[in-house]
């Protein structure tokens, strides 16, 4: 499964503006990104990306949550 910008946006309430952030800081890159720049989404980034605003609910900072996710733990 494979989701656009607006789909993972309107799914999950995080603006694709914000997803547009996310991948161009390293915290949540996208699967694919088509010729013309369209992100998708797959499976794995939708988890880390519920990862993502599990830790931010929790007050946790973009680079303590990049911390994180990123660790082998």
Request: net charge neutral; hydrophobic share 35%.
């Amino acid at each position: 499964m494979k989701c656009g910008i607006k789909e993972v946006s309107e799914l999950t309430g995080v603006s694709a503006r914000t997803l547009r952030y996310y991948d161009q800081i390293g915290l949540l890159k996208p699967s694919k990104t088509s010729e013309a720049g369209y992100r998708y989404y797959g499976e794995r980034e939708l988890e880390i990306l519920q990862q993502i605003l599990f830790y931010k609910e929790r007050g946790l900072k973009l680079e303590q949550i990049a911390a994180i996710i990123q660790s082998d733990d």
